[in-house]
């Protein structure tokens, strides 16, 4: 079981601790270590997703105010967070615990964690967990920055896949297997591969795939 238990600690402490977002960072050769300076502490992805939801909705006089002077509510932030804490309650319900309605859904994650870990279970239940959260993560990542997107035309060099089919019926309709994703931080780009679920994170290995296009392309030339 111990083996798929540090992938899950990972996914949740992504997504309850805070975050030091790096200023600068740069490798030392000499000494053989990495030296990061920060710039801020970020909360966590969790708590940064109930603030993004940015509604003063029950909040005191809302009721009185204009709609124009309210904060807008984002739907897809709710929605998120709500799925997010449902279905980490019902984790803690399946584990014979009923947490207070008040109870932070990080803190009820870290402690279901630990009352989890303690039973036996099968590493495949353990890498569902983890999937989940992991989803959970990203989705949250997509709202708070949201990515640029870019379609690559060569063919994946893992399935040599080039187009994939998405859609059904009349709404079918043919796609680049392989693409992009740019964020601010470049340790969390990566590319895609639709066709295989293959993943290049973090621009170093990006840019060795992209070695790996141009390196095919000049072979069949």
């Given at each position: 079981?111990?083996?798929?238990?540090?992938?899950?600690l990972?996914?949740?402490?992504?997504?309850?601790q805070t975050?030091?977002?790096?200023?600068?960072q740069?490798?030392?050769?000499?000494l053989g270590?990495?030296?990061?300076?920060?710039?801020?502490?970020?909360?966590?992805?969790?708590?940064?997703?109930?603030?993004?939801i940015?509604s003063?909705?029950?909040?005191?006089?809302?009721a009185?105010?204009l709609?124009?002077?309210?904060?807008?509510?984002?739907i897809?932030?709710?929605?998120?967070?709500?799925?997010?804490?449902?279905?980490?309650?019902?984790?803690?319900?399946d584990?014979?615990i009923?947490p207070?309605?008040?109870?932070?859904?990080?803190?009820?994650?870290r402690?279901?964690?630990?009352?989890y870990?303690?039973?036996?279970?099968?590493?495949?239940?353990?890498?569902?967990?983890?999937?989940v959260?992991?989803?959970?993560?990203?989705?949250i990542?997509?709202?708070?920055?949201?990515?640029?997107?870019?379609?690559?035309?060569?063919?994946?060099?893992?399935c040599?896949?080039?187009?994939?089919?998405?859609?059904?019926?009349?709404e079918?309709q043919?796609?680049?297997?392989?693409?992009?994703?740019?964020?601010?931080?470049?340790?969390?780009?990566?590319?895609?591969?639709?066709?295989c679920?293959?993943?290049?994170?973090?621009?170093?290995n990006?840019r060795?795939?992209?070695i790996?296009?141009d390196?095919?392309?000049?072979?069949?030339?």
């Amino acid at each position: 079981m111990t083996s798929q238990l540090p992938e899950l600690l990972e996914a949740i402490n992504r997504l309850t601790q805070t975050n030091p977002v790096p200023l600068m960072q740069k490798e030392i050769a000499e000494l053989g270590i990495a030296a990061r300076m920060f710039k801020r502490t970020d909360p966590s992805l969790l708590d940064q997703l109930k603030q993004a939801i940015g509604s003063n909705i029950g909040e005191k006089g809302a009721a009185g105010r204009l709609a124009n002077e309210r904060t807008p509510l984002d739907i897809a932030a709710f929605s998120l967070y709500d799925q997010i804490d449902g279905r980490i309650r019902a984790w803690m319900l399946d584990a014979g615990i009923r947490p207070s309605t008040k109870a932070n859904p990080g803190d009820i994650l870290r402690r279901w964690y630990i009352l989890y870990m303690q039973k036996q279970v099968e590493e495949t239940d353990i890498h569902r967990h983890a999937l989940v959260v992991e989803r959970w993560v990203s989705a949250i990542e997509d709202i708070l920055d949201p990515p640029t997107r870019q379609e690559l035309t060569q063919a994946c060099p893992k399935c040599e896949r080039r187009w994939v089919t998405v859609g059904e019926g009349e709404e079918t309709q043919s796609r680049s297997a392989l693409w992009a994703v740019w964020r601010e931080d470049p340790d969390l780009s990566y590319a895609t591969c639709v066709g295989c679920d293959t993943t290049w994170l973090g621009v170093g290995n990006m840019r060795l795939l992209r070695i790996q296009l141009d390196d095919k392309e000049k072979v069949n030339a």
